[in-house]
Each structure stands twice: as structure tokens, then as C-alpha cells.
């Protein structure tokens, strides 16, 4: 199993499967690469797909220290930079694609095309979720947290699997510091700066992360286009991948 090496020496688990031009994949808070496991052969057969898990997840050291997306951002291109790849498309949903933000702000020259899934672009600008959506994920009882949670990803006709739950064998300090590293994102400031050709994806009943954003970060990122679809919730790519997949491959081919 390779391990790339954080600036700081934090050890980070990724893994690539396909051939063709590379796609990084970009997995949502308190999640490891498993996030993208049942959609990740949609890509696999047209790209070469890098996955990785977030430092505090699966395979990857968890140091105890605050993390941020833009700390994220540089444990992305240290796996690339381990991979021996220079530059690829970057696809990353939820706090993915908050992190994909940073990368094609900051770290661009390794970007070719970018697409942000079901993302917010954070801080005084970004659209937060409602006061009970916030409680319903606070519940004490864990089976009536995790069915809340459920429900803002998926719609009640899905029937799993269900790969975007969170990791459970994070502790719970890397649990709460990738909380903070979500919660404090703000890249408002640098979307402009983006020079990547950019799709932006978003479920029209998304609660979790209010739908709202996506015309927000559209307007920002020159040139960007949008795509909503229709009645689905957070986890869009998952449900509905028969859409969302072959819209993502078309829009990264192109």
C-alpha cells in the first residue's frame, strides 16, 4: 500500500487504479477513500484514479494537531508529487470539494480540469445549513444521528449501499479536528484566481450543504458552469451516478 509524505512527515495512504489521463478523487469530511468505492470503476475506465485518505482516516497517519482544507490541499499534492504525476483533473464533493478549491487556487500548475461537488465556498459568503439540520446531526442517541444523517444524503427511495456515513474507526479527536478544518474553510477570497476550466454539481434538494452555494461558487470561478441534479440530495454522485457519472467524464474529456 503506497504511502505518500506530508510537509510535516504525516504519512498518507493513496492508491490509483485505471489508465488514461489521471483524476484525483477527493473524499467529504470524516471520510477515507472508501467514500468513493462504488463509483470509483465509473472513472476507472476512462482515467487513471488516484484516491487517498484524508490524514485522521483509514490508512493515514491521524495526528492529533489542527488540520485545515488548505492543509488538505497540500496532502493532495504530495500524493500526486509521490505518484510521480504533475498535473490532474481534480474532482472533489462536499468538504472534497472545498479542499479542490485550494488546490486549483493555490497549487494550480497541477490542475487540468476541476470539478466541485456539492461544496460551499465557506465563510461569511457560503449558504450554511439550517439551525435543524445542525440539531438533527447533534442527536446523543448514535442510530438516530446516523438516520439523520442518511436521510440529508440520500433521497427514501435509495437503498445503499452507503459509503459517505464517515469512517469509523476515526478517533474522536481527528473527528472533531476535520469538523473544525470544514467549519473554518473559506476560500471566497482566491475563487476568482481560479484559472482551471470548472464544473460545478449539486443536488436540487440538498439541505445538508445548501443547494444555494453551487450559483454562488459558479458566479465566482471564471467561466465555470453548473449542473444541477434534479432531486437529489447530498450524496448526488452516489445515487445518482447514472446521471452524475457520465456528466463528470463527458465534462473532463472535453
Known sequence: MPHARAADGTRLFYSIEGSGPPLLLIAGQANSSR??????????????????DHRGTGS?????VPYSTRTFASDCVAVLADAGIG?????????GG???QWIAAEHGEHVDRL??????????HGIERSAEVRKSLAQVDPMKARRALEELMYTPAYRGPYNTLGDPQMPPYARKRHLFASAEHDAWAVLPSITAPTLVVHGTED????????????????GARMHLVEGARHGYFEEF???????????LSS
Open 35 to 52: 467514500w468513493w468505492s462504488q463509483v470509483r470503476e465509473d472513472f476507472s475506465a476512462r482515467f487513471a484514479t488516484i484516491v487517498t
Open 60 to 64: 493515514s497517519d491521524k495526528p492529533d
Open 87 to 95: 498535473r490532474a483533473h481534480v474532482y472533489g464533493t462536499s468538504m
Open 98 to 100: 472545498r479542499i479542490a
Open 115 to 124: 470539478v466541485l461537488g456539492c461544496t460551499s465556498p465557506g465563510g461569511a
Open 207 to 222: 439541505v445538508f450543504n445548501p443547494t444555494a452555494n453551487a450559483p454562488l461558487i459558479t458566479s465566482r470561478v471564471p
Open 241 to 251: 451516478r447514472a446521471e452524475a457519472s457520465p456528466l463528470v467524464m463527458d465534462f
